[in-house]
């Protein structure tokens, strides 16, 4: 990476982490994602994905290295505003929606950041606008499809208008055309995108680069369509494409 | 506010009631109940009065009295307890169609019928003209401990997903062969719940993830401020003031 004016939107370090009972997840990673990039995180279970997400926004710390996000270091007296940049959303909606109306929940981050009034009003409607979600404002999230509630959770990030949107496994439980919508949305947002997924051919269409993580180290980091032409690689770190699904071919007609 | 949580009680409506602020509503029927709840049990013209106070505010929230009537069945229990009184409070005895009860008793019932009568119709009132969600605004707005307001926000927002989660534990159950009959179901229950209890405590650590990572660092942030003219606090004043004019007149007289 050639060093530019703008500073990366994430820089990881050296990171290496052990939860409280010993177990060692992640061992020495360097990530270095440019402002604007869309970059896939895969790997199988038990990789150390999540755990690596954590430390993005500084929930887990501790262990050795560094995270710097947009140059700014994750640490204690930061992380009010490291949390803004960082976007999260989880996996599972119904824990990111967690106010009574998709308004308020939207409005949540930036609300907590002291933002108030008209210009809170007007961050949501935009935010629900990117989501193609405006005329949900008002309603409770439990009244939602699934789908639109992924939606609802990536619009509570884009309020805070991150340096950085994080999805932990953006495309699970969706139908087609659900995932086809959201995957609309993605590619239409001008943010950087870290995207944990095990939806490979999501990977291809969305990010031009994708990252293996396995067994708590960087296996592979390249570009999506080579990563996932490599047999060899995809078989060693228990990566599968779907029946027939041919990486070449399909990056070939993107 | 919108069609959010409309919960049972609620009655969508057009009306002056309808659209006073949540804590001005709050705050009126507080003062009244507590206006009520200090008049003297003998002056029984005043709860008469108070009646007639309740009727008023139902009309002026186009509620008619069948539903009022209807939704005062959750004071029954009272009613039992109040039934009671006469035949176990001590003191002198007044002899009715040969049963001896207790004078001190009967005005002991009726304090009881008379007050929490009053007090379940004004709330009632209160939960008919006003949402869930406006109520909590309300209640956060008078101040109340703000970790109270969040819990029952998420008991708002979780209730349905809890609800799901269970029939769903239900649904494996029986396709299991469990029928909830005998002794040695009641383990079997016993167990369900219990996992209930460890996903609702997951899910509250995956909920707390959620806000801390969009900022949550220990309160609410003001989201709907709700703010209330001085016309609306004269407004929903009127009811309590007169039935503070009441209990005075009760006292005097
Ligand atoms: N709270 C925890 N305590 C101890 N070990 C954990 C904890 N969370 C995850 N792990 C372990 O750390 C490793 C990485 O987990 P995780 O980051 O969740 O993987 P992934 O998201 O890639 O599936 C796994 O071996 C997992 O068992
Ligand atoms: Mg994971």
């Known amino acids: ?254 | 506010m919108g069609a959010g949580h409309a919960h049972k009680l609620y009655r969508q409506a057009a009306s002056p009631v309808h659209d006073l602020p949540p804590h001005c509503k709050i705050a009126a029927v507080f003062l009244f109940v507590i206006v009520v709840v200090s008049t003297p049990r003998e002056a029984v013209w005043a709860f008469g009065l108070y009646a007639v106070l309740i009727a008023v505010v139902a009309g002026a929230a186009r509620i008619p009295a069948g539903f009022l009537l209807k939704r005062l069945l959750i004071e029954v229990p009272f009613v039992a307890f109040a039934v009671l009184m006469p035949f176990v409070v001590p003191g002198d005895q007044v002899h009715v169609l040969g049963l001896a009860l207790s004078k001190n008793g009967l005005w002991g019932a009726w304090n009881v019928l008379a007050k929490g009568t009053l007090g379940v119709a004004a709330s009632v009132i209160l939960a008919s003209t006003t949402d869930l969600r406006a109520l909590l605004l309300g209640l956060q707005r008078l101040k109340l401990p703000s970790l109270l307001v969040q819990i029952a926000s998420f008991m708002i927002r979780y209730g349905d997903v809890i609800t799901d989660e269970m029939r769903r534990m239900s649904i494996a159950r029986r396709s299991r062969g469990f029928e909830a009959k005998g002794l040695k179901a009641w383990s079997v229950l016993a167990k369900s719940a219990g996992a209930l209890f460890i996903r609702s405590y997951e899910r509250g650590e995956r909920v707390h993830l959620a806000m801390v990572s969009r900022g949550y660092a220990g309160s609410m942030p003001v989201i709907d401020d709700v703010t209330a003219t001085g016309a609306q606090w004269r407004y929903a004043a009127v009811l309590p003031a007169s039935a503070l004019v009441i209990c005075l007149l009760g006292w005097t007289l």
């Open chain 1, 1 to 254: 990476m050639t060093s530019s004016a703008a500073p990366a939107s994430l820089e990881v370090s050296g990171l290496a982490f052990a939860y409280p009972d010993g177990h060692q997840a992640l061992f020495g990673i360097d990530l270095t994602v440019g402002r604007g990039e869309r970059v896939a995180l895969l790997g199988p279970n038990g990789a150390g994905k999540t755990t690596l997400v954590l430390h993005l926004n500084g929930i887990l710390t501790g262990g050795a290295g560094s995270v710097k996000v947009a140059g700014l270091p994750v640490e204690k007296r930061n992380l009010a505003e490291i949390r803004r940049r960082v976007g999260i959303v989880f996996q599972d909606p119904d824990d990111q929606l967690f106010m009574p109306t998709v308004r308020e929940d939207v409005a949540f981050g930036p609300a907590a950041s002291g933002m108030r009034g008209a210009e809170l009003e007007a961050r949501v409607h935009k935010a629900l606008e990117r989501v193609g979600m405006a005329e949900y404002a008002d309603r409770p999230p439990h009244h939602l499809s699934f789908g639109q509630r992924r939606r609802v959770a990536v619009a509570t990030v884009l309020a805070m208008e991150p340096e950085i949107l994080v999805l932990d496994e953006p495309s699970s439980n969706l139908d087609p055309a659900s995932r086809r919508e959201l995957a609309d949305i993605l590619r239409a947002l001008d943010v950087t995108v870290l995207m944990v997924t095990h939806d490979l051919p999501y990977a291809l269409e969305l990010c031009g680069r994708s990252v293996i993580l396995s067994g708590g180290t960087i296996a592979a980091d390249g570009k999506t369509a080579d990563v996932l032409a490599d047999e060899e690689l995809m078989r060693t770190h228990r990566l599968e494409l779907p029946f027939g699904f041919d990486p070449r071919a399909a990056a070939a007609k993107a």
